[in-house]
């Protein structure tokens, strides 16, 4: 069955120091990869997506993220830190053959330390 | 830019109450979603439209349901609400030729008292 796992249910980071947020799926084929951020009160919003190609790809806001097929993973990486990165951050794939559906990951909150 | 708007942003009803939540779009998009997003639980998909008067179930239906008359317009019932059903609730919507990227609304926390 297809799933997605975020690992890490809350991370603690630094201003100013690296970020990564683990993202693990299963999927039977090649998917389509998704990572959201959430503001506090607010809707998500696309930070970055990953369809073929280039397995390393580059989002809004200075976030990347890595498609690693042999570790079935989508992990987003962010070099520096800043205060307004606090968010809780989604990991999705879909659509599903056939279907619009999409699996979203159970989400990691990100804190960001002065 | 795409907007994606939500009736509320808070409701508070009451057990037994028939509550519509409302999402309009304003790209023309197909599809458009109904999730509910509760803590440690992510975003659970209740319904999706892909036309107007077309839908399809999504992983937790029970309880709701929903109705798209006209294509920006995509409507999420209670019939009869209960206390379990105290969560936010986000819609999105979709273009086919967006590569699939979803766009959100703000959400609605609702509160069934």
């Known amino acids: 069955a297809q799933s997605v796992t975020q690992p890490d249910i809350h991370i603690t980071v630094s201003e100013g120091a690296s970020l990564e947020l683990r993202c693990n799926y299963s999927?039977?084929?090649?998917?389509?990869l998704f990572w959201y951020v959430q503001s506090p009160g607010q809707g998500l919003q696309l930070l970055l997506k990953y369809f073929s190609g280039d397995t390393l790809v580059q989002g809004i806001k200075g976030f990347e993220a890595e498609f690693k097929r042999s570790q079935s993973s989508f992990n987003l990486r962010k070099p520096s830190v800043h205060w307004s990165d606090a968010a809780e951050y989604f990991c999705?794939?879909?659509?599903?053959?056939?279907?619009?559906?999409?699996?979203f990951g159970t989400g990691t909150r990100l804190k960001v330390l002065a | 830019d795409v907007k994606v708007t939500q009736s509320s942003r808070y409701l508070v009803k009451r057990t037994g109450e028939k509550v519509f939540l409302e999402c309009v779009q304003d790209m023309d998009h197909e599809n458009m979603f109904w999730y509910r997003q509760d803590p440690g639980l992510g975003l659970r998909l209740i319904y999706f439209s892909y036309d107007v008067k077309m839908k399809e179930k999504g992983d937790i239906p029970e309880g709701y349901s929903v109705s798209r008359e006209k294509k920006e317009r995509f409507s999420l019932i209670l019939e009869s609400a209960s206390t379990n059903q105290t969560s936010m609730y986000l819609c999105a919507s979709l273009a086919v030729s967006s590569y699939n990227e979803q766009f959100f609304g703000p959400g609605t926390r609702l509160t069934v008292l």
């Open positions: 999705a794939v879909g659509p599903f053959s056939g279907t619009y559906k999409y699996i």
């Open positions: 999927y039977g084929a090649t998917p389509y």
